[in-house]
């Protein structure tokens, strides 16, 4: 097994670890029939991928106990998430977890990793259908459809500079930042919930720090869409309910706050490469750099409380 598959072994198996822990919680406290019977296909699929990681891990040698346990999970009863903001946030996690074991299995050599890679992939897309479906079923989803018209006929073939700072944002570029959007809608939704819960001082200034970003960036994406003459629905915050008791461990929520800033990065980055407007390249770079130090703020935190899952290192010898 080659350092690709090790790592992307260890990824899989630490954040279905995570999720496991969540989804106990979820099932309790999910209302509606329909979204708990995709719930429990969630779950049959996480477990399976903790487990089938562990085993490819402990065949190559790599033993370790899970990082997330059932103490992290206080009380699996308290419904701190509405039904809706559950499968949005369900829908954002399994969505860019496709995306990331896609790009993933292209590197992968061993052909039961790559095996395992692609049961899983097939299962979360799945999943991903049925969470698309019940937004529909339920008239929840919150992205208008919008058209564009061709572009104009240019005067010249010659690609013109000028013309590309001045024209309309395309479906390309929109369509990046709309993941980069969303990611920051269910980001508000869940740093408001884990502040309103959190014991720990410094992980409440976290979350609290996390959700004027997270506004601050929808707001800033919302403007460019307006702009552009999209509409756009924010505030899954309002889908959270006011609790006096955390169903998990100020671990567990800083571990999935931090686990879900990566994909915010990774959505802007894709959004300022597919850009050839200089304004909307510096206005997309700036809100990397914010979200940058926020990890860095949060990276330093799960150091200093001893809440960092560390990843395993590699032996090398130098000559």
């Keep these: 097994m080659n350092v690709n598959e090790f790592g992307f072994l260890w990824y ?53 106990t899970p990082f997330f346990s059932e103490v992290d999970l206080y009380n699996s009863s308290v419904k701190l998430f509405t039904d809706q903001l559950i499968i949005e946030i369900l829908k954002h996690i399994t ?30 897309i799945q999943i991903d259908e049925s969470l698309l479906g019940l937004l529909k079923e339920k008239n929840l989803l919150q992205n208008s459809p919008f058209l564009y018209m061709k572009a104009h006929e240019r005067e010249s073939k010659l690609f013109k500079v000028i013309s590309t700072q001045l024209r309309p944002l395309n479906a390309v570029e929109l369509g990046h930042m709309s993941s980069a959007l969303q990611c920051n809608n269910v980001g508000v939704a869940l740093c408001t919930a884990f502040a309103d819960v ?24 919302s403007d460019i869409f307006r702009e552009n003459g999209v ?31 990566p994909i915010g990065i990774m959505n802007l980055q894709n959004a300022a490469v597919s850009s050839y407007k200089k304004n909307h390249v510096k206005i997309l770079s700036e809100l990397m750099e914010q ?19 560390e990843p395993p290192l590699t032996s090398r010898s130098i000559k």
């Design 198 to 221: 959190v014991k720990d001082e410094e992980s409440k200034q976290l979350f609290n720090d996390g959700k004027k970003l997270a506004f601050h960036q929808a707001a800033t994406l």
């Design 12 to 64: 899989l198996q630490s954040s279905s670890n995570m999720v496991n822990i969540i989804l106990k919680n979820l099932i309790d406290t999910a209302e509606d029939k329909d979204l708990r019977s995709v719930l429990d296909e969630i779950n049959s699929l996480s477990t399976f991928q903790e487990k089938e990681a562990t085993k490819l891990l402990n065949d190559s040698g790599y033993n370790e």
């Design 291 to 309: 979200v940058q130090s926020f990890s860095e703020k949060g990276f330093k935190l799960l150091v200093k409380k001893g809440w960092f899952n």
């Design 95 to 124: 969505g860019n977890g496709m995306r990331v074991l896609a790009s993933q299995y292209s590197e992968l050599a061993d052909m039961n990793v790559k095996k395992f890679f692609s049961e899983v992939l097939t299962k979360m």
């Design 231 to 261: 509409s756009t629905t924010t505030g899954l915050e309002s889908f959270v309910h006011r609790v006096h008791e955390s169903p998990f461990s100020d671990k567990l929520m800083t571990n999935l706050i931090m686990f879900l800033n």
